[in-house]
């Protein structure tokens, strides 16, 4: 019986001796052992069942393949299995006085290798069959493998599962037209590498990977990135996104709730508007949308501060000279109701109100003042030199200029004279 995992063993006689651990696991191979015995054994009294020699701990590493043994029968003193359906768990031993920490395994091969230890501590028989106490071979280390890179179709696994354990992910120029789910299936993955392939669409299950902090999606077909995407636990974890070389018009909304994201890159796609909310992306350093079709900035975008800004190729348009005015006198009960959720931030969702109300809600527009407003407002353009939110700039135009068009929104005609030398 065997277990692919990462171990650190640790001498509880360190901090006595003022020596710490590294603190972190190698990877390793545990196997539970049946120990052959020096001398034939002989018939046991009363034909007693098995006559097996009690069953013991071994751990092998890729540096160390002879391993060290551990004794088990009566010889643990404690099991912390409080984050073992995270893959980790804690065996501490009596002698020698160490604790064995296991972590990125397999939550249920984990449970079932804890379960065959307490038997071995008990004296018990263990009914999983169990290994012979030989040195692992280096092929065993492979099932252990934390990144793969496949970089043309031959070499795709398509007959093989992806190892459990890999963290990290690259399939480039494999000629994918859609993800492979045995992918989705790699919890401990935490980048993904999808670039150069013909992927027209995401599933949304992509998010179920909650540890994933770097997704390449490069040079594919995408046509848009999913609400469900941007709702998912990649809110939590995602920290660099790139979504270069697609078809993509607009980013929903919902996209500025992934704001742990600190790299994002989506030059030459095809969009005409980058999401209103985008100043909400507050951890947000690197930002590349050069070669697309933007006419203007959203308003929020002056809250962004970046280290590295490209808008480099898009289609900015001059700021007109007159606003465009939609106010609406005295306000409907459908926008005074949506300023009043907003303003005291009321929490809301389909399960309350209509879904149609919530994405009035979820796309209201901020005025100048902090305000929201649904559809009365008055919007004008200026211009705005991108030093403010950036350290770094790539040239907006071939002129050498850093300027670039930036739409804003008015609750009012007061916040709107209010903000008259702005737009002047």
Same mark, same amino acid.
Do not use: W
């Given at each position: ?47 007693? @069942? ?6 013991? *701990? ?71 069959? +169990? ?58 993955? @935490? ?30 077909? *995408? ?7 941007? $709702? ?6 995602? @920290? ?30 095809? +969009?005409?508007? *980058? ?42 348009? $001059? ?8 106010? $609406? ?41 902090? @305000? ?53």
């Amino acid at each position: 019986m065997r277990l692919h995992c990462e171990v650190e063993v640790v001498s509880r006689h360190l901090p006595a001796l003022g020596l710490r651990n590294r603190g972190k696991g190698v990877r390793a191979v545990l196997s539970l052992c049946q120990q052959a015995p020096r001398t034939p054994p002989g018939p046991r009294a009363g034909g007693e @069942r098995g006559g097996r020699h009690p069953a013991c *701990l071994f751990i092998s590493t890729l540096k160390d393949k002879r391993g060290t043994r551990y004794e088990l029968k009566e010889n643990i003193e404690q099991f912390f299995t409080k984050f073992v359906d995270e893959g980790k768990a804690t065996v501490r031993l009596k002698e020698p006085p160490v604790d064995i920490c296991l972590s990125k395994a397999n939550s249920s091969s984990l449970k079932g290798f804890l379960s065959a230890v307490r038997l071995a501590h008990r004296g018990c028989d263990v009914e999983a069959p +169990l290994s012979t106490l030989t040195p692992v071979k280096t092929s065993e280390f492979e099932k252990f493998k934390t990144k793969m890179v496949i970089t043309s179709k031959k070499d795709y696994p398509l007959s093989k599962n992806f190892p459990y354990s890999l963290e990290h992910l690259q399939t480039s120029y494999c000629g994918l037209v859609r993800v492979d789910m045995r992918m989705l299936c790699l919890k401990n993955l @935490r980048k993904l590498d999808l670039s150069h392939n013909h992927i027209k669409k995401l599933p949304a299950t992509i998010g179920d990977l909650i540890h994933l902090q770097e997704l390449n999606l490069n040079d594919n077909h *995408l046509e848009s990135f999913s609400v469900a995407l941007c $709702q998912s636990t990649l809110r939590k974890s995602l @920290r660099s996104l790139d979504i270069s070389k697609n078809k993509i018009k607009a980013l929903p909304v919902q996209f500025c709730q992934l704001r742990e994201l600190t790299d994002l890159k989506l030059d030459d796609n095809e +969009l005409i508007r *980058l999401p209103f909310k985008m100043g909400q992306l507050r951890n947000l350093r690197f930002l590349s949308a050069a070669r697309n079709k933007l006419p203007f900035l959203p308003s929020e975008f002056k809250n962004l501060s970046l280290e590295y800004l490209d808008l480099f190729g898009n289609t900015f348009e $001059q700021p007109k000279v007159l606003p465009v005015i939609h106010l $609406q006198m005295p306000l409907t009960l459908l926008e005074s109701s949506a300023r009043t959720i907003l303003y005291n931030r009321i929490p809301y969702g389909s399960h309350i109100i209509p879904f149609h109300l919530c994405q009035d809600l979820d796309t209201a527009k901020t005025c100048v003042c902090g @305000r929201y407003s649904i559809s009365s407002f008055i919007q004008g353009t200026t211009t705005m030199n991108l030093h403010s939110v950036a350290h770094t700039v790539v040239l907006v135009d071939n002129m050498g200029g850093t300027e670039a068009p930036i739409i804003s929104y008015f609750c009012s005609l007061a916040c709107y004279v209010n903000s008259c030398d702005m737009l002047k």
